[in-house]
């Protein structure tokens, strides 16, 4: 019985590195646009990766139950949970290429553009009408090719809700 558990473990512990070893690049990359992070010089992005490594350890404590569920997907979720969680304790923008948008807008444009998710799924995550994922979309693109003014730095009125 042992022995069984025990390569059972193994083989779950093989898929995950596979896994991590295939997607933690662009998930630390998902992860330092998020945090508004620099991504040069190598380690400037601690909390990037910080949220990451919570993240991937969330996605292997579940890995037996994901059944069909993609772990990409299931990470990628958990990012964005942990980057709504600590939003507000850390507020200053720290020298990232997105470091001009709000954080709301970082999470919207990161989702929509960089990861590919569609409207509805990220409306979905984010417990927001698909217009507003929209509009969000909109702007923070006009801010970055700077037909438009950021916005006013930090005004989210509420805490940032992923649904989980």
Known sequence: MRERQAGRERRRAQEFETFVAGAAGRLLHTATLLTAEPLRPPGANPRAQRMLTAALAR???????????????????????RFAHELWRHRRPRGGPLDRLTPQER??????????????????????????????????????????????????QRPLEVAP
């Open 59 to 81: 996605t292997y404590a579940r890995w037996e139950r994901l059944r069909g569920e993609d772990p990409y997907d299931r990470t990628r979720r958990e990012l964005a949970v």
């Open 107 to 156: 999470l919207v444009l990161v989702l929509r553009l960089y990861e590919g998710v569609a409207e509805e799924q990220a409306a979905a995550l984010l417990g927001l009408p698909v217009e507003r994922v929209r509009a969000i979309c909109n702007r923070s693109v006009a801010t970055m090719r700077g037909t438009r003014r950021p916005t006013a730095r930090w005004g989210l």
